[in-house]
């Protein structure tokens, strides 16, 4: 049984940084993306960030620019920094990580409360 362990969310002020962890219970390669997910009171998940196999990244459009996805093979853990954050960055965020013949895996998810 693959396992995700978020780790990284807390309270924070407006402007400030923090940087969400998901270690993985076995070798990363494993997968084909991995992504962060978030999710509002009263909303529905939305998608934040994405690394692929082959190393590319994409963005949603209301972080760009602030939040970067990384990832460390040697610790089967994948990164997303997040700076600049805003009030509305406010939720629950969660990682996803899907193999290559299509199995998704979530994470529990780590609460990241941006105070204005």
């Known amino acids: 049984q693959v396992q995700l362990v978020e780790s990284g969310g807390g309270l924070v002020q407006a402007g400030g940084s923090l940087r969400l962890s998901c270690a993985a219970s076995i070798s990363i390669f494993s997968f084909n993306v991995m992504d962060w997910y978030r999710q509002a009171p009263g909303k529905q998940r939305d998608f934040v960030a994405q690394v692929t196999s082959g190393g590319n990244t994409y963005y949603a459009d209301s972080v760009s620019g602030r939040f970067t996805i990384s990832r460390d093979n040697a610790k089967n853990t994948v990164y997303l920094q997040m700076n600049g954050l805003k009030p509305e960055d406010t939720a629950v965020y969660y990682c996803?990580?899907?193999?290559?013949?299509?199995?998704?895996?979530w994470g529990q998810g780590t609460q990241v409360t941006v105070s204005s």
């Open positions: 996803h990580f899907r193999e290559f013949d299509g199995y998704d895996y």
